[in-house]
């Protein structure tokens, strides 16, 4: 298997993913699918860039964070990005049949989409996406220690959010 392929077969397995965060950041499934398309063609452009070896998730999510910064800078903030509960159902499935779950799930989408875009952005990556300190500092060119405080903030305003009791 030559470079093209591994690095091709890596992007399309990364998909879901890549779809997901882009959902986390745009908090509309249009501008994610957008989002996740040009993405893909930075991305396929841009292959001589990444170092095989080094983390191609890592990669693509710094691309796809950078094209969402910019995109979110051309609009000038005119434009309301926030998408109605309906849409933000439809995004994913429910892995627990129940009732509950379905509302436990609600509610969570609603306090994600509620975050500041930096503390939704680790959040997203850290709890969502399993990426650690380090790889979530790298991927958004943050020091450690930023990235830590912005997910204990996070992770704190969605717990109240919901209405769970959070430890000391």
Known sequence: MDQS????????????????????????????DDLTQATIER????QAQWEPGTRLDSWLYR?????WIDTVRSRGRKEDLH????????IGE????????SI??????????????????VVGLILIEGFGYRECSEILRLPI???SSRLVRGRTALLQMMGTPHGD
């Open 5 to 32: 392929e591994s690095f091709e077969d890596g992007l399309t397995a990364l998909l879901p993913r890549l779809r997901r965060f882009a959902h986390t950041l745009s908090r509309n499934p249009a501008d994610a």
């Open 43 to 46: 991305g396929l452009r841009s």
């Open 63 to 67: 691309i796809m964070r950078n094209l």
């Open 83 to 90: 998408a109605p509960v309906e849409q933000a159902e439809q």
């Open 94 to 101: 429910d892995p627990r049949p129940a009732i509950e779950a």
């Open 104 to 121: 436990d799930l609600q509610k969570a989408i609603a306090a994600m989409e509620r975050l500041p875009d930096e503390q939704r952005e």
């Open 145 to 147: 220690g930023t990235v």
